[in-house]
């Protein structure tokens, strides 16, 4: 039969509320943005992109502790959530149907409203190519699966530390010195 896409209104959940996965076709418009877990303004906000419920649920059982999540099963929607309301990283799956993780993160990156928001391509890819196209994609970390929650959490918290330096710095007069004028 036709699968309808659910209509999931923008709602914030405590972490152990079931949560709701917006569920589209491999390159639909995007439909829906879910923020899970409470506080968003308190805690760092996670985009997770994973085409996969199992891996989606694997993560929120890492992170939705620590860490407002929001949801996309596919890269269009990624896009759309990044540009619509920045997280503050994105944890991205390569392997997805329609466009993949690189060219997710290549649009991303390639974009003035999205570039400054640090991608962790999270994949069972684990090839030195592979980290090699992520890395040239403008990714920010490589992550194969399976991992450790502790070195997941580590990376992400490394990443997030650095992000107000580095906004600082890019958003500070660029002063040139010339040295003593004679």
């Known amino acids: 039969g036709v699968k309808k896409t659910p209509s999931i209104v923008p709602t914030i ?18 439909v829906a943005l879910v923020e899970v877990s409470g506080e968003p303004a308190a805690r760092p906000v996670l985009l997770v992109v994973d085409d996969m419920p199992e891996n989606i ?3 929120r059982g890492i992170l939705a502790r620590d860490y407002a999540l929001k949801i996309a099963t596919n890269g269009a929607l990624a ?6 309301s920045p997280p503050d990283l994105i944890l991205l799956d390569v392997m997805m ?3 993949d993780g690189f060219a997710v ?3 991303l990156k390639d974009d003035p409203a999205t570039r400054h928001i640090p991608v962790v391509l999270v994949t069972a890819l684990d090839g030195r190519s592979d980290r090699i196209e992520g890395l040239e994609a403008g990714a920010d970390d490589y992550l194969v699966k399976p991992f450790e929650p502790k070195e997941l959490l580590l990376r992400i918290n490394a990443i997030l530390r650095r992000v107000p ?13 010339l040295g003593a004028v004679r």
């Open 13 to 30: 959940m405590p972490p152990s509320t079931p949560v709701p996965i917006a569920r589209c076709a491999p390159e639909p418009a995007p």
């Open 57 to 59: 649920d694997v993560l």
């Open 105 to 107: 993160c290549r649009r």
């Open 165 to 177: 330096q580095v906004r600082a710095a890019e958003a500070s007069p660029k002063v040139l010195h």
């Open 79 to 84: 896009l759309s959530i990044a540009k619509a």
């Open 97 to 99: 149907p329609g466009m």
